[in-house]
């Protein structure tokens, strides 16, 4: 495992942090965190899937830098997240990513929400920090109770 603050240059990281954090950013709700209907729901928005983009213009290329910092050979899928505030933190089901290659969670905002790994151990939600490890690794994300809302990008590449 991998950890790395103040991952991007601080103009790169405000303007991708900027973006995905304002109020005109096209959030999907789901019906699910890790599966749907399974009793919680969050917002997502996809950047690439299956190793090609899905989203143009002005969203993709608040990405490319991004992209370019991360070493990889292959990018598989970039999502980012966005959990709401609750009442009590609220920690959710242990996932793996892929069964194979690297994950990675850049962190767009200081909360007192998390990313749990079967372990026990916990990284904090602080913005521009980014965390790379297995993706068979299980771990598990976390609400926040703190802020109105957790945002992270959650990259899958080999």
């Not at 995905?20 to 996809?46: E, L």
Request: charged share 25%; aromatic share 14%; net charge positive.
């Amino acid at each position: 495992m991998n950890l790395s603050k103040n991952f991007l240059p601080k103009k790169i990281f405000k303007t991708l942090r900027d973006g995905v954090m304002s109020s005109y950013f096209p959030w999907y709700f789901n019906d699910g965190i890790i599966k749907a209907k399974d009793k919680y729901f969050q917002f997502t928005f996809s950047f690439i899937e299956k190793g090609k983009p899905v989203c143009w213009g002005d969203w993709y290329n608040i990405m490319v830098p991004v992209l370019e910092k991360i070493k990889h050979n292959k990018i598989i899928k970039v999502k980012s997240n966005l959990l709401t505030k609750t009442d009590n933190i609220i920690e959710h089901d242990f996932h793996i990513d892929q069964a194979k290659g690297t994950t990675g969670i850049l962190y767009l905002n200081n909360c007192n929400g998390y990313t749990k790994f079967k372990n026990g151990k916990k990284i904090m939600s602080e913005e521009n920090t980014y965390v790379e490890f297995d993706s068979s690794t299980p771990h598990a994300g976390s609400s926040c109770t703190d802020e109105l809302r957790r945002v992270v990008i959650n990259f899958n590449y080999q």
